[in-house]
């Protein structure tokens, strides 16, 4: 179970990896909508192992236009696809898990990526590095619910 520490926005309820994927591939989709901000858009994924969060980000980066094969980056720590949008240049998807130390994330350039604009950040196991943050990250919190069924929880980081 996740303890939020978030206030949740909206939930999403999936009966199978298929709908899992599907609710990443929709969100992916409406991201490549957003206009122009400030530094790379930041989505953080907590939750247990299992929970979803890479079969979440396999529908999220076919919403970006990717055709192959996301596996969770858990030895590389980091991995970069392009993104074929006005908008959007980089996908990188971040995964925490074998982080030592918090402060690491900055060793992999995490302080330039955030700041670039044309990036779209997933951070896998984002509560290992919560404290460097911006304070504008999309968090999904990942709840398994029974056999395949998953509660996404949406949220905001809002704490500083």
């Not at 980091?78 to 959007?88: A, E, G, N, Q």
């Not at 590095?129 to 996404?152: A, D, Q, V, W």
Request: aromatic share 12%.
């Amino acid at each position: 179970m996740v303890n939020s520490e978030f206030n949740p926005i909206i939930h999403f309820y999936s009966n199978s990896p298929f709908q899992t994927r599907k609710i990443g591939e929709i969100l992916g989709k409406e991201l490549l909508k957003l206009k122009k901000r400030k530094g790379a858009f930041i989505l953080g994924l907590k939750g247990e192992l299992g929970s979803g969060k890479t079969t979440f980000l396999q529908g999220f980066a076919k919403g970006l236009g990717q055709r192959g094969k996301i596996i969770s980056p858990t030895f590389v720590i980091v991995k970069k696809f392009k993104v074929y949008s006005l908008r959007f240049k980089v996908f990188y998807h971040i995964d925490c898990y074998r982080l030592k130390n918090p402060k690491e994330i900055f060793s992999l350039g995490f302080k330039e990526i955030s700041l670039n604009p044309k990036n779209i950040i997933a951070i896998e196991w984002v509560d290992r590095i919560k404290r460097f943050l911006p304070k504008k990250t999309l968090i999904l919190e990942f709840e398994t619910t029974g056999n395949n069924k998953r509660k996404i929880r949406l949220c905001y980081n809002s704490k500083k």
